[in-house]
């Protein structure tokens, strides 16, 4: 079995177990690799190559293994046009998230094009090697997005996502549940003054500072990504469901 395959679907859910009524556990989206592990008639058990995260997706998914990723998507979302070179292009109602991987075929004015007569706007890509460090402008990208509990993308994202989001735009390997990331580097119990790039966690939620009176989250009792201020959100956790932050450290 061919070890390493792409979905060409925008979003894929990857659920917890083989069912139709299973719930999402992940995400896999445009472009990203992952290993088949073994199928049955409905789902195949997938593990993705950047996190090994371990799942199950529909065997409707689009697939592919002939894929050279060269581009990714760098704006919250990038609606695709339909048309042939030189013809005019129709937008669709369809959009690739951020953190897409492309592999660009040709460009043409202001468009480039990723498969077979279906564009994108070429400021919307950059190169799959670039870098961006500025964390506060890529978590402010899902600002109002709806929170959704395995979400990654514009149409819902949940707390450990939107953190992991930064990193793995930046090719960096980050977790992908707050129970692991919380385990990758040293960190203090506590602080009494906050900084820009403090990751806060408590048990099954995380957060960033983005100065130091505010962070961003996605946060479900708001229903959605939201900025706060720390002082009030630890508060708030600490009074609604009796959690402590468990550890701090720089991102």
């Keep these: 079995m061919q070890s390493n395959y792409f979905t060409k679907n925008q979003i894929v859910d990857v659920l917890e177990r083989p069912t139709k009524n299973s719930s999402i556990s992940s995400q896999i989206i445009y472009g990203e690799k ?12 997938v593990k993705t190559l950047y996190d090994n995260y371990i799942g199950y997706i529909s065997r409707k998914v689009k697939i592919n293994y002939k894929f050279k990723p060269t581009h990714k998507i760098k704006v919250l979302k990038s609606r695709i046009y339909i048309g042939r070179y030189n013809q005019k292009k129709r937008p669709l109602k369809r959009w690739l998230p951020f953190g897409s991987k492309l592999e660009i075929i040709k460009k043409q004015n202001n468009f480039a094009m990723f498969e077979k ?5 070429s400021n919307e890509i950059s190169l799959i090697t670039i870098k961006d460090k500025n964390f506060i402008k890529i978590l402010k990208l899902f600002i109002n997005c ?17 953190i992991q989001n930064y990193f793995n735009y930046n090719n ?3 977790p992908r549940d707050t129970v692991d990331q919380v385990k990758i580097k040293k960190g203090l119990r506590y602080k009494n003054i906050f ?4 990751i806060i966690f408590w048990k099954g939620h995380v957060a960033v500072c983005i ?14 990504v939201v900025i706060m201020s720390i002082q009030t959100t630890i508060e708030r956790i600490e009074r609604t469901a009796n959690l402590k932050v468990k550890k701090i450290f720089k991102i």
């Design 34 to 45: 992952f290993k088949i592990i073994s199928k049955n008639r409905s789902f195949y058990k």
């Design 117 to 121: 007569n279906k564009w994108i706007k």
């Design 146 to 162: 709806p929170y959704k509990w395995g979400g990654k993308t514009f149409q819902g994202v949940d707390c450990s996502a939107l």
């Design 172 to 174: 960096e390997f980050f």
């Design 195 to 198: 900084k820009k790039g403090d």
């Design 211 to 224: 100065n130091s009176k505010n962070l961003i989250h996605a946060y479900g009792p708001e229903k959605k």
